[in-house]
Antibody
Framework: QVQLQESGPGLVKPSETLSLTCTVS?????????WGWIRQPPGKGLEWIGS???????YYNPSLKSRVTISVDTSKNQFSLKLSSVTAADTAVYYC???????????WGQGTLVTVSS | DIQMTQSPSTLSASVGDRVTITCRAS??????LAWYQQKPGKAPKLLIY???SLESGVPSRFSGSGSGTEFTLTISSLQPDDFATYYC???????????FGPGTKVDIK
């Protein structure tokens, strides 16, 4: 049974880069599927950030594309999110997840709250 | 981007009620539509994919229908565990971003 766990700083300063890692257990990332990130501002809805195929092809939300990088480290069975030049609007719970298709998401990690504040 | 809308935004219902939530896409997405359930403080859970296919382990009281631009999620007999927020999402691989609807909160009447 595949499980995902997010890790990274819970507080990031404005203009800096948000960096999160997702550790996958129960499945080898290099074997297939997409791996992605979704976020949810407090009390609001869900926003798809982007996905990466196990081979390295990426899909990004155009609204975030200039600031987002998703990468895979198959040696550690992890994938990562970097979001640059953050503002308070980037404060959200960030979920990592497996993509059955590029945008079809199952399962999800438990989520981690990242607050952007000085 | 494809815009997704849901109605109603909030739905008050009782245990045993039949509940229907509607999701509309701003352009045709064929059947590339998923439904997720989210409870407070928890990650969303996939219920339905490809508009009408039930995810493994999901109770059969959940069903989905529709194609093109209009879709519905139906709970045939609402159970206490079903009070949650439900999101639709389009995942047409030719049309990222894979946008979510704004959500429908199902609460106790």
């Amino acid at each position: 049974q595949v499980q995902l766990q997010e890790s990274g700083p819970g507080l990031v300063k404005p203009s800096e880069t948000l960096s999160l890692t997702c550790t996958v257990s129960g499945y080898s990332i290099s074997s297939g599927y997409y791996w992605g990130w979704i976020r949810q501002p407090p009390g609001k809805g869900l926003e798809w950030i982007g996905s990466i195929y196990h081979s390295g092809s990426t899909y990004y939300n155009p609204s975030l594309k200039s600031r987002v990088t998703i990468s895979v480290d198959t040696s550690k069975n992890q994938f990562s999110l970097k979001l640059s030049s953050v503002t308070a609007a980037d404060t959200a719970v960030y979920y990592c997840a497996r993509g059955i298709a590029a945008g079809l998401i199952d399962p999800w990690g438990q989520g981690t709250l990242v607050t952007v504040s000085s | 981007d494809i815009q997704m809308t849901q109605s109603p935004s909030t739905l008050s219902a009782s245990v045993g009620d039949r509940v229907t939530i509607t999701c509309r896409a701003s352009q045709s997405i064929s059947s590339w539509l998923a439904w997720y359930q989210q409870k407070p403080g928890k990650a969303p859970k996939l219920l339905i994919y490809k508009a009408s296919s039930l995810e493994s382990g999901v109770p059969s009281r959940f069903s989905g229908s529709g194609s093109g631009t209009e879709f519905t999620l139906t709970i045939s007999s609402l159970q206490p565990d079903d009070f949650a927020t439900y999101y639709c999402q389009q995942y047409n691989s030719y049309s990222p971003p894979f946008t979510f609807g704004p959500g429908t909160k199902v609460d106790i009447k």
